[in-house]
């Protein structure tokens, strides 16, 4: 069952290869590699939304959940973007059915807010201020 107004379908190579190159070459995305040691598990990555603001995304392999590594790619992805950009906030768009994601944010320092209109219907609202990164 796909929850409402969400979809899912295959992404071809051609599409796949442009999506990847407008990440590496613009300037409205930033995308890290997660890594464990030196093997890679996962990617965090910003999306601009405007000069003061950008959303976060989190995705680490399946194997590698549940120990406290999505915290510490959160904090430092975060840390980073703050250097790389100067915005005043990163915000999270949480499904209401991960919980597992909604305390890794908030152990990373983020809190939940009204929602903005910024996440869809049926996900938590999560701000990181720049004032509050240490």
Known sequence: MVAQG???RGVGWEEHKAWFEK????????MFIVLDREDPIGQIRFD???LRECVVSVYLLQAFTGRGLGVQAIRKGCAAI????????????VRLDNQASRSAFLKSGFQEIEATGLCPVGHYSLTLSRKTVR
């Open 6 to 8: 969400s979809f899912h």
């Open 23 to 30: 990440t590496i070459l613009g300037n409205s995305r930033r």
């Open 48 to 50: 601009r939304k405007d």
């Open 82 to 93: 703050f250097e790389v950009w100067d915005v005043d906030r990163v915000m999270a768009c």
